[in-house]
């Protein structure tokens, strides 16, 4: 059962529009938060109406060449599903070593080699051995959670039972992701077009959708050849300016799988208590009911104010945010747990 508060703006989804920052265009809105410290849990992060995902397979070069400075100049992020046993990747370790994450993009699990499991062990290898050497790379809290991308591999190369591959999964805190079917770049979706209408799909259902790609067309340097399925810029750089173009309009949260599973997880088992509301100030308390060492993503939530409020400063623990009143309503992000959360009116704009 999903929380009240999660039930309420899934039926309100629709009726809340946002566009360039928080404007409230409908009067379903304010009904929907009938009292000074009323709240709701966005249905995804940044109360954009949906989630997308890029994922590229097989750490091809073409994506440190081509993709990762394309996403990284329009403020985009992506899952990179790495073999850290393949040669292409060994040849150029140091570029996911040191500069890929740091840019901002994430890691997935596609095992060690790609060449399949022949037994328990072999698959604990091939499984763990990238697990480890992920989070070797990249610093963070351990255990924490990463996304899984099976390998594609002739069905004699895995010979592993899903109640195996399903054990490895947990132990080493990993998710699998999405299907390839109907979602692979180049193999099943051809044009920007194509690939934008998954994102359309999204939002017209609140929903998510995701996109995996393998190769990008190399111009630089010219090797005389291209990676596996490379997609050709064109198509790639018309992707990212429509998906670019629907975040900016409030559309589309572009994200990783993880953080997307997080939210989504954690907004289905949180809810919001009004433990105290006054013209001067509001306390929350954001619950969860899932695991907190490994969903302890921010939650975005959406409070009515008294009125007269025209900034509000928002503490929970150290963290302190002031943010702009608009129409009564402020919309903030919170992390789930036991600090509660104060928001107190700011009398004067302050220039940050
Ligand atoms: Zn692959």
């Not at 360039?20 to 009323?38: K, N, R, Y």
């Not at 079917?181 to 194509?194: D, F, I, Q, S």
């Not at 060492?293 to 623990?317: E, H, M, N």
Request: glycine residues 8%; proline residues 6%; hydrophobic residues 40%.
């Amino acid at each position: 059962m999903k929380p009240f508060w999660s039930r309420l703006f899934a039926a309100l989804a629709g009726t809340i529009s946002l566009l360039g920052g928080v404007i409230w265009s409908h009067p379903a809105a304010a009904e929907a938060l009938p009292t000074v410290g009323s709240t709701l849990i966005a249905r995804w992060q940044g109360d954009q109406k949906a989630a997308f995902l890029l994922m590229f397979d097989d750490g091809w070069p073409s994506h440190w060449q081509v993709a990762v400075p394309e996403l990284a100049r329009r403020g985009l992020t992506a899952t990179f599903y790495v073999n850290p046993g393949k040669g292409e990747y060994q040849k150029f370790a140091r570029e996911w070593e040191d500069r890929v994450w740091r840019q901002g993009m994430v890691y997935g699990n596609h095992t060690m080699t790609h060449k399949g499991a022949t037994n328990q062990a072999h698959a604990e290898w091939e499984i763990g051995e990238c697990n480890r050497a992920i989070l070797r790379m990249v610093p963070g809290p351990q255990p924490r959670l990463i996304s899984y991308g099976q390998p594609g591999v002739a069905r004699e190369a895995w010979k592993i039972s899903e109640e195996t591959l399903n054990a490895l999964l947990k132990q080493h805190h990993l998710i699998s992701r999405p299907t390839f079917v109907n979602h692979g770049a180049v193999y099943h979706l051809k044009t920007a077009a194509e690939m934008l209408t998954l994102a359309d799909r999204a939002i017209a259902q609140r929903g998510l959708e995701y996109l995996i790609i393998h190769g990008v067309e190399r111009l630089q340097p010219n090797w005389g050849y291209q990676d596996f399925w490379a997609l050709k810029q064109a198509i790639l750089f018309a992707l990212l300016d429509g998906l670019k173009q629907r975040h900016d309009q409030g559309d589309l949260w572009i994200t990783d799988h993880i953080s997307a599973h997080q939210y989504e997880t954690e907004r289905d088992t949180a809810t919001v208590r009004v433990l105290a509301a006054s013209a001067q100030g509001i306390r929350l308390e954001l619950a969860c009911t899932s695991d907190p060492q490994l969903y302890r993503l921010p939650l975005t939530l959406i409070t009515r104010t008294a009125p007269g409020w025209k900034q509000t400063r928002i503490i929970q623990g150290s963290q302190t945010n002031c943010l702009k009143v608009t129409d009564d309503m402020i919309r903030f992000e919170a992390v789930p747990g036991p600090l509660p959360i104060l928001l107190e009116p700011v009398p004067e704009v302050i220039q940050p």
